[in-house]
């Protein structure tokens, strides 16, 4: 049972409402995650916006949603492993790439790098060392890059924690953590 009320545009009222209208026709659904951050129209706007902001970049859409992917299995959020993944496979990647990006792994060495730089941010709270930069810096990511990794990291474990704390109902195809695969 999740632990708040969920909105939707006709429940919502004010700065919410307007939010998940814009949400319902971006999507053409506006989903429970959603429904739930609608209880603070400040947590919503900041959460959309992140959103907003990332959905370019230097990063592929691919990558962004593999380590969706990965940081979701290595938070236990069921909700943003399947979401991520259904929106990994739109983004065209293969379901193999998919359970290699959940596992932190990937045959493409960029994309290992990037896998392997995300996930230690996660483990260690940021707490990085010279050669995590380089090893990302030796595939060829740039700065710029770098810093949105980072920064996909940041909105992912904020989507993850909302998730998992609020039990968010999973309203995308159940997939299995890693932990209970």
């Known amino acids: ?6 909105f939707t545009p006709t429940t919502a009222a004010g700065d ?7 949400i319902n026709a971006a999507f053409g659904v506006v989903p429970a995650m ?3 951050v609608a209880n603070s129209p400040v947590a919503l706007k900041s959460m959309w ?3 907003g902001a990332v959905a ?7 990558l962004k949603e593999q380590l969706a992917v990965a940081i979701a299995d290595r ?3 069921e909700y ?25 792994r990937s045959a493409d060495p960029q994309t290992a790098a990037a896998l392997t730089f995300a996930l230690k941010i996660v483990e260690t709270r940021a707490q ?23 920064a996909h990291v940041a909105l992912n474990l904020f989507t993850n924690y909302v998730n998992v704390a609020l039990r968010v109902p999973v309203d995308f195809p159940h997939v299995k953590l890693r932990k209970s695969a």
Do not use: W, Y
């Open 128 to 150: 990085l060392a010279d050669a995590d930069f380089d090893a990302v810096r030796r595939v060829g990511f740039s700065d710029e890059a770098i810093v949105e990794i980072i």
């Open 49 to 51: 916006g992140g959103f």
């Open 1 to 6: 049972m999740n632990r708040v009320k969920l």
């Open 75 to 77: 938070n236990d959020c």
């Open 34 to 36: 959603f429904q739930a």
């Open 56 to 62: 370019g970049g230097s990063l592929s859409p691919k």
């Open 80 to 104: 943003c492993l399947a979401a991520h993944t259904a929106l990994g496979r739109k983004a065209g990647a293969t379901p193999q790439e998919i359970a290699e990006a959940q596992a932190g």
């Open 16 to 22: 919410s409402k307007v939010l998940l209208e814009q």
